[in-house]
Nanobody
Framework: LQLVESGGGLVQPGGSLRLTCASSESASLDYLAIGWFRQVPGKEREGVACINAEGRNTYYADSVKGRFAISRDDAKNVAYLEMNNVEPKDAALYYC??????????????????????WGQGTRVTVSS
């Protein structure tokens, strides 16, 4: 399984952006917990938002709570990260990652302490006026 992120780009502070995580060759994602992570040079990778396989449980980092929303559309084999009220500190390379299992703890997944099986190559978000 390969994950492909898209939707990154330049956004003004206060603006919105939607990132998409798709599986290569439209492989099914419905058995996977999915997470969005971001990294800037010189800093550790941060778990931004995670969603379990059923889509019922989500976790958000405090830094994005109330501004970002993670969702999934298993019929299309994609997951999204809706970014609203974007701030300069949100500029980063955003990755989606996935882990098989219907009992994945999304808080643990987003903590970054557990290895995840699948990673995309990332999509860059730049925040500038």
């Amino acid at each position: 399984l390969q994950l492909v992120e898209s939707g990154g780009g330049l956004v003004q502070p206060g603006g919105s952006l939607r990132l998409t995580c798709a599986s290569s060759e439209s492989a099914s994602l419905d058995y996977l917990a999915i997470g969005w992570f971001r990294q800037v040079p010189g800093k550790e990778r941060e778990g931004v938002a995670c969603i379990n396989a059923e889509g019922r449980n989500t976790y958000y980092a405090d830094s994005v709570k109330g501004r970002f929303a993670i969702s999934r559309d298993d019929a299309k084999n994609v997951a999204y990260l809706e970014m609203n009220n974007v701030e300069p500190k949100d500029a980063a390379l955003y990755y989606c990652a996935a882990e098989p299992g219907r009992e994945i703890n999304v808080r643990l997944m987003c903590s970054g302490t557990a290895p995840l099986d699948y990673w995309g190559q990332g999509t860059r978000v730049t925040v500038s006026s």
